[in-house]
């Protein structure tokens, strides 16, 4: 057996063993003011007792930033995302499987297309050990549009 040959077929066997995951980025809009939606966001994971790591201002920076790269697209009116996590849910499903490690922190985006309804999304991992994140995620931003 040639070496390119044992190549291929520990590529293939690694492929057929490894399931397949898709990922989803699940979102929910909400009529009210986009200021009002992200300290609604922010609210709800404090709330909760976690702390938010980052905040980021996404799309204040690609506005800032929109003429420096040559475009004249408006892409938000607003675009914020919280990065933070939880120490008990993380070891809970660090515990269940210690790759879960590449989905920390969790992330909400809140975030508002011109003319259109204020979006807050987050992702819903595939991977069954992560139920437990794709649960808080989806309280949070329950808890966030509930108002």
Do not use: W
């Not at 200021?35 to 966001?41: I, K, L, M, S, W």
């Not at 003429?67 to 939880?86: H, K, N, P, Q």
């Amino acid at each position: 057996m040639t070496l390119m040959t044992r190549v291929l077929s520990v590529a293939a066997l690694i492929c057929a063993t490894t399931p397949a995951v898709a990922d989803e980025f699940v979102t929910a809009t909400s009529e009210e003011a986009f200021e009002d939606v992200t300290f609604a966001v922010e609210s709800a994971i404090v709330g909760r007792g976690l702390v938010i790591d980052s905040h980021t201002h996404t799309g204040d920076m690609l506005e800032r930033t929109r003429a420096d790269v040559g475009s004249d697209v408006v892409l938000f009116d607003g675009a914020e995302i919280f990065l933070f996590c939880s120490a008990e849910v993380s070891r809970k499903v660090m515990e269940a499987d210690p790759t879960n490690i590449r989905y920390c922190p969790y992330a909400i985006t809140v975030y508002q297309r011109p003319g259109e309804a204020v979006t807050v999304g987050f992702m819903l991992r595939d991977e069954p050990t992560m139920a437990p994140v794709n649960d808080l995620l989806q309280g949070l931003v329950a808890d966030a549009l509930a108002g």
